[in-house]
């Protein structure tokens, strides 16, 4: 049903998406899916990496990680942004795009008041994209 | 190298190994719904101690305004050679980099490249930079230079010519008045946007060190940076930034209202003003919200847009030929002049170089680390020639030109055309009375307010974007609501301080700032040398 599963991760929350991450491993090896794990940095420095460079090596390392553990093949997408804090869910719409996935997986929270404001990133992900959304509750 | 240092940029950089992780010192937590990630104790001191300065104010307006305007005055007229002498060190410094080895060092490392096409980064540099004041500025600083170059008193120690004026002669008036407005906005300030910019831009994108103010300093305190002396020098940052940015909004809204009055009737009150405050802020806070591409960047494009729509129907429907020719004859002056005009020593026009250049050096450097860490973080993948070009030389081109049409246009109303409505108008309506002078005057004029408007607006939602990064240690993923506070609380201080008195005071105080910064730019000359000098081209 699925060919490739993509997978966002905020890797400085990386504890808090153990659900998403088995249930992105369970549906990739259901259905013998490839999966992209996706990040998204700024250029500037930040806590995971001083530069996209380094950020990429960060995630990549995370997704062999992911892929030992689940036992499958894995590749990682780390799409630059000039303003993460606004543009991270049309980055990762792009992200969708470009890698073509048809199922995106991802950890989301509890819907609270402050979705009125700002609505959670797996919500606008799947009324931005073609792909189906999988959100999974931390 | 291991995890926890900082590896290579986008190709060869020389790195500065640090133990300090960016983020290390944030408080990361959440106010009810909304997220906070903010550095401690940065993001608590600025914020308790502007509400206690705000207060105190108030509180104690008449006292408040007599310390901080004398403090200002004291510190211009004391030190209007060292402000000078530093502006000048600043532009030689930039100038020395351009021509030297070290302009093929990129930002970013050796191949990174640009984030911004020319037009958008461009149009961020000027909106950010001194938008507003051009429209301010642009015509009656010109007449203001001009009418007491061509008094009689010119050259006497009560008046307020620069050099010596030139009384009684119209053209030499003209021409010293328009070199010595264009002194004020062409290569100093920029050079000192520009030195600040530089150095944060090197040190965060080159050396891996978070983008705030103190990073500059690494190689002056060394690791000791991330502890007070670090800690002071970004609250002091904040501090200039907001009320730099707040009083500035404050006086905005006297003279959009009045602009306003002056077009369609609308009463001259505080409901007016804080109606416009308001609605600035609120188009600020959409702009931060919208973020950098689609929010900031986009209202800097329109903003260019439109006064570049001015700029050229003034060209087209004022003393064409005139504007034309008078652009290379400013450029001209302006580098005869610049010599004697930016000379800090045994000069004796005291007025002039202190109230006028050693202000507006303050001015320039009281804003800069807002102007100054904006550029920075638009500017990565341009090589240090090519930054130092676009941020130093393109300015002080359009600086001459927009000067030289609504300036030059101005002055040459009341010499050949004796309309004197220009120079008799409050400070605030000049340009409006410029533009009465031309046709279509109620499109023109509309135009003008909407651009005095969107500039503000420019001015703080990339405010609000510095400070919100400054007071989250460097981050610039930090929760949105952090931006909604700051350009919130910048309006909210706006307000009080227009309805309460202290608008002036505080301006007073934070063009004062002005003076530590001064020394703090020329230490970063030093760093942004040394930093280059390990840097590989």
Known sequence: MFTKILVPVDLAHADKLSRALDAAADFALHYKAAVTYVGVTAETPGSLGHNPKEYAERLAQFAQEQGKRHGFEVETRAVVSHDPAVDLDKSLARAVKEAGADLVVMATHVPNVADHFWPSHGGKLASHTDASVFLVRG | ?537
């Open chain 2, 1 to 537: 190298m291991s995890d926890d240092g900082i590896p290579a940029p986008e190709g060869d950089a020389a790195l500065i190994e640090t133990d300090y992780e960016i983020g290390q010192d944030n408080i990361t937590t959440t106010v009810g719904p909304f997220g906070l990630d903010v550095h401690n104790p940065v993001f608590l001191i600025s914020g308790l101690s502007i509400v206690v300065f705000v207060l105190l104010t108030l509180a104690l307006q008449e006292q408040a305004g007599a310390i901080f305007t004398q403090l200002r005055d004291w510190l211009t007229s004391t030190f209007d050679w060292f402000f000078l002498l530093a502006g000048n060190i600043f532009v030689l410094f930039c100038l020395f980099l351009i021509v030297s080895p070290y302009g093929k060092v990129r930002i970013g490392g050796m191949e990174a490249t640009p984030d911004y096409s020319y037009r958008g980064w461009f149009a961020m540099l000027f909106a950010a930079g001194m938008g507003i004041g051009l429209m301010f500025y642009g015509v009656s600083e010109p007449i203001s230079h001009y009418s007491s170059s061509f008094a009689d008193t010119a050259g006497t120690p009560e008046s307020w010519a620069p050099l010596a004026g030139a009384p009684g002669d119209a053209e030499a008036a003209r021409r010293l008045g328009m070199a010595a407005t264009i002194f004020h906005w062409a290569l100093h300030p920029w050079a000192i946007y520009a030195v600040v910019a530089l150095s944060l831009a090197l040190f965060s994108f080159n050396k891996g060190l978070p983008l705030t103010v103190r990073s500059v300093f690494y190689p002056i305190f060394g690791e000791r940076i991330w502890g007070w002396p670090g800690h002071i020098i970004d609250i002091l940052a904040v501090f200039a930034t907001l009320f730099g940015l707040a009083t500035s909004l404050g006086f905005g809204a006297e003279q959009a209202n009045a602009g306003l009055n002056h077009l369609f009737g609308i009463p001259v009150n505080d409901v007016s003003k804080v109606i416009l405050i308001g609605i600035i802020t609120c188009f600020a806070l959409l702009s931060v919200v919208a973020g950098l591409d689609a929010g900031v960047k986009r209202l800097s494009e329109i903003n260019m847009g439109l006064a570049a729509l001015l700029l050229l129907f003034v060209i087209i429907v004022g003393p064409t030929m005139a504007i034309l020719t008078g652009f290379f004859a400013n450029l001209k002056a302006y580098v005869v002049d610049l010599p004697a005009l930016s000379n800090p020593f045994g000069r004796s026009d005291d007025n002039f170089r202190q109230g006028w250049t050693a202000f507006y050096w303050a001015w320039w450097i009281s804003w800069s680390p807002f102007v100054g860490m904006f550029i920075a973080r638009v500017s990565r993948g341009r090589t240090v020639r090519e930054f130092l070009i676009a941020v130093l030389i393109v300015p002080m081109l359009v600086s001459v030109l927009w000067m030289t049409a609504f300036g030059g246009t101005a002055i040459s109303q009341i010499v050949n055309d004796g309309y004197t409505a220009v120079t008799e108008a409050a400070l605030e309506l000049k340009l409006f009375a410029m533009l009465e002078a031309l046709p279509l005057k109620e499109i023109t004029s509309f135009i003008a307010i909407i651009l005095v408007i969107v500039f503000f607006v420019t001015s703080s939602d990339s405010g609000s974007l510095v400070i919100d990064t400054i007071t989250a240690g460097g981050k610039v993923d930090a929760p949105v609501p952090q931006r909604v506070f700051w350009a919130s609380f910048e309006g909210l201080v706006a307000i009080a301080l227009l309805l309460g008195g202290g608008l002036g005071a505080l301006q007073a105080m934070a063009v004062s700032t002005g003076f530590p910064f001064t020394i703090v730019l020329l230490l970063a000359c030093y760093a942004t040398w040394r930093g280059l000098r390990s840097e590989p081209r």
